[in-house]
């Protein structure tokens, strides 16, 4: 019985989550430049005009000075971001009610809230964590669901004849709410900044928060966002998106393998995927597609199962070849998920017996 050593080198992960509304691209971050390594960019941001929180379904909206809310986070490696402190200044002064609400249908309405009473509004199950993705040629962040929660915000407010106390929370990580980023351009004297703007029309309900008042599906932040980086001294530095179109999330490289009981004149040959970006990948699947021959087994799934970079997993396949035949081919095929993007690819390993 022969057994033949398969290796997969992981040398990062996949690129962005791929579906049919966005393509196979990655957009990563860019601080000085250059990509940042954990927690070596600092950012913080303020709002620009009106930040407006919305209830759809419970007709209650209230809108707070950009410049009032503040926060502070980390970006990078990659295109993970978090945000880590998020503060509204004097919220019961620097927030109140808009003029009109909008219902679910958009359509303007009497709005609920009269005033901001205290403790005003606040963020909610800090620290958040978003991923930068290429959808439709655009950058946007991808609010992601963490093991503090839910991202999202409280607003206190009273009515004509009660106080309100409403919590709304981000879409689930499946239903994949997101926001825009842009880059706008420095000045003489300013570095680039990055903007984030939360649309006024989204694709789809689904994106929209969970309110604890209006249920699923009813909550919408409105406003634009802006994000200035700070180096490790506290200098600030220039902040950029840079989108990143390889041909292909995976670069291959064909070598050959005599280990073990993979003898001499067997000829084991097996590509090495590399993964482009830099988190994790983890297996999901190993399966073997025979070509030439019927005396194959696969003793072993690829392990481990999850792969930093340069780590690698070890598939174990069994060929018990019968007397007289020679040629023997099949293909080892291990699919693999990025941990931070949940995007699936599959590596082919040849494998030639002659």
Same mark, same amino acid.
């Given at each position: 019985m022969k057994r033949l050593i398969i290796a997969l080198f992981a040398l990062g992960a996949l690129g962005v989550l791929a579906s049919a509304s966005f393509a196979a691209d990655n957009t990563v971050w860019l601080c000085e430049g250059k990509e940042p390594t954990s927690k070596s960019c600092l950012v913080s941001s303020e709002g620009e005009?009106?930040?407006t929180l919305e209830d759809m379904k419970e007709e209650a909206a209230i809108e707070c000075t950009g410049a009032d809310v503040t926060d502070e986070g980390w970006v990078g490696p990659g295109s993970e971001d978090e945000t880590t402190r998020v503060t509204f200044t004097s919220p019961t002064t620097n927030c109140k009610p808009t003029a009109k609400a909008l219902n679910e249908e958009g359509k303007e309405?009497?709005?609920?809230?009269? !005033?901001?009473? !205290?403790? *005003?509004?606040?963020p909610v199950d800090l620290g958040w964590v978003t991923l930068l993705e290429l959808v439709a040629g655009k950058s946007k962040d991808r609010i992601k669901e963490t093991t503090h929660g839910q991202p999202g915000y409280t607003v206190h407010c009273k009515s004509s004849i009660l106080e309100l106390a409403d919590e709304c929370k981000s879409a689930s990580a499946?239903?994949?709410?997101?926001? %825009?980023? %842009?880059? &706008? &351009?420095? +000045?003489?004297? %300013?570095?680039?900044?990055? +903007?984030?703007t939360f649309p006024e029309e989204t694709e789809s309900k689904s994106e929209w928060a969970k309110c604890s008042l209006g249920g699923e599906e !009813? *909550? &919408? $932040?409105? *406003?634009?966002? &802006? @994000?200035?980086?700070l180096n490790s001294s506290g200098t600030a530095v220039s902040l950029e998106v840079s989108e990143v179109t390889p041909s292909s999330d995976w670069e291959v490289e064909n070598e050959t393998i005599n280990e073990g009981e993979c003898a001499a004149e067997i000829n084991c040959l097996y590509e090495i995927l590399s993964p482009r970006a830099a988190q994790a990948i983890r297996i999901v699947n190993t399966a073997? #597609? $025979?070509? @030439?021959?019927? #005396?194959?087994e696969l003793e072993r799934a690829c392990e481990p199962v999850r792969l930093a970079r340069g780590e690698t997993c070890t598939a174990w396949v069994l060929l018990e070849p019968l007397e007289g035949r020679v040629n023997y081919a099949a293909d080892l095929l291990i699919e693999a998920e990025s941990e931070a993007t949940g995007r699936r690819e599959t590596a082919e390993v040849e494998i030639l017996v002659e």
């Open positions: 005009g009106n930040l309405v009497a709005n609920k809230c009269e !005033s901001v009473v !205290s403790p *005003g509004v606040g499946a239903k994949d709410a997101r926001v %825009e980023v %842009e880059n &706008l &351009l420095g +000045t003489a004297t %300013e570095p680039p900044l990055v +903007t984030v !009813s *909550g &919408l $932040v409105r *406003g634009k966002v &802006l @994000i200035a980086a073997l #597609d $025979v070509l @030439i021959g019927k #005396d194959w």
